[in-house]
């Protein structure tokens, strides 16, 4: 394994982003948008995860209405990717519900950060990512 085999190997994933790229493509299924060695996971008013019901989100220079979610990065050993590393910042949910995102339960805050709920839904957009890209997804590790 190389630097140069593990970014081809990984980059059919990449081309599939860049097809399914929110900005430019208004399908259902375009929530992503291509990084160097990785991408960006959002979602929209109809699939979002559990909590931003509600949660008024605008197209801006995107081909439909959006909001970032978080980010998903090859995870390297080496020369060697070993998973892809998973986080998540509610951003959109924090200014438009700031009671969910930063209150007290058990003496800690509450942060958009890595939300649970967050996680959950973003790393399904992974996995199914990867799949549609026809590579065996790595390990999906949560940061």
């Not at 892809?84 to 800690?108: F, H, V």
């Not at 958009?112 to 997804?137: T, Y």
């Amino acid at each position: 394994m190389s630097y140069s085999s593990e970014h081809r190997r990984l980059a059919p994933v990449l081309a599939y982003a860049r097809k399914l790229d929110i900005a430019t493509n208004p399908v259902p299924e375009a929530l992503f948008e291509a990084l160097t060695a990785g991408f960006n996971v959002w979602c929209t008013p109809e699939d979002h995860p559990q909590g931003w019901d509600g949660i008024l989100l605008i197209a801006g220079a995107f081909a439909k209405p959006c909001g970032f979610v978080g980010t998903a990065t090859w995870k390297w050993e080496g020369e060697q990717v070993v998973a892809i590393s998973l986080e998540t910042d509610a951003y959109d949910l924090a200014d438009q519900r700031p009671e969910i995102c930063a209150r007290k339960t058990s003496g800690d805050w509450i942060s958009i950060h890595n939300r649970p709920e967050d996680l959950e839904w973003a790393e399904g957009k992974v996995r199914w990512l990867v799949q549609q890209a026809s590579v065996l997804c790595p390990e999906v590790v949560l940061e």
